[in-house]
């Protein structure tokens, strides 16, 4: 098994991917002109998909829920489904840096915990073209909640994102990529626990036993031990915030 494998072994089966939850996905919503029957919300990086979910049990809209690792999808269908939406997420195998859509032909795009692999800046640029005339980017993003973080978290960010910015540099990152910001919340602790670090650091003992003559693996299963304890110790200082926004 090599490392992304091993990765998303441990990975798959949460509920979520990151943090989040519905009624942050709800109160975006909320900030948003309803949509109606023939809108159309496309979510990028869905993931198991609990916001897609989530958009199709709050709006009348067609969803179209991309992401490039089909058992995530497999999760997607299988939860909508449950839910009785399944009719209204078209569920799309492919990548971000591919997509291949007509262009303006979405009244928003979602995007939670995602836009950070294509890079801020440039999944702002590069989505917009699908965006209708005036319609909406809704996500979520790593950002720093205070501006002088500890020297060990610092480190840590600079090896993991170092594209992380303060809630005012991304501001005028949106305003420069020709949005208009409407109004951003930061999401609170319990959407990093609940359904994504408590169920993940649960699962770890297993991995630990399972790979324990396996010093490779090992590594990938103490990382995401590390990803818990950094944020355990260090969560006053960055958090996910919900940017909502308007093609300008
Ligand atoms: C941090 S997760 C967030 C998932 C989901 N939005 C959630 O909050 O549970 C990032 C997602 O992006 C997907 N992903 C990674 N690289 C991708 C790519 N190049 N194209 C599309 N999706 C990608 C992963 O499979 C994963 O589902």
Redesign the pocket.
């Known amino acids: 098994m090599d490392d992304m494998e091993i990765f998303y072994e441990i990975q798959f089966g949460l509920p ?5 939850s519905d009624e942050m996905t709800r109160r975006a919503l909320g900030l948003l002109p309803p949509f109606n029957a023939s809108s159309k919300i496309l ?9 897609t979910v989530a958009l199709a049990r709050n709006t009348p809209a067609t969803i179209v829920a ?4 089909m058992p ?1 999808l497999g999760q997607l269908r299988y939860h909508a489904e449950a839910k009785k939406v399944a009719d209204r997420i078209d569920i799309v195998c ?4 591919n997509m291949n859509f007509k262009p303006e032909s979405f009244d928003a795009i979602w ?4 836009i950070y ?1 294509a890079g801020f800046k440039n999944g702002l640029r590069d989505w917009q073209r699908f965006l209708k005339r005036g319609g909406y980017m809704a996500l ?1 993003h790593i950002t720093w909640l205070d501006s002088n973080p500890p020297d060990e978290l610092w480190r840590f960010w600079q090896e993991g994102y170092p594209e992380i910015a303060a809630l005012r540099e991304n501001s005028t990152t949106i305003a420069e990529c020709g949005y208009r910001l409407i109004d951003t919340f930061t999401l609170p602790e319990s959407t990093w626990w609940n359904e994504y670090y408590t169920p993940l650091e649960r699962k770890l003992p297993y991995f630990r036993d399972r790979y324990a003559e396996n010093p490779a693996a090992l590594a990938i299963v103490e990382s995401a031990q590390h990803e818990i304890d950094i944020y355990k110790k260090y969560s006053r200082y960055y958090g996910y915030v919900f940017y909502v926004m308007q093609k300008a």
Not at 16 to 20: A, L, T
Not at 43 to 51: L, M, T
Not at 94 to 97: D, E, I, L, Q, T
């Open positions: 979520r991917q990151g943090p989040g979510d990028v990086g869905c993931g198991p998909g609990k916001q991309l992401d490039n690792y995530f492919a990548s971000m840096f995007s939670e915990g995602a692999i979520t």
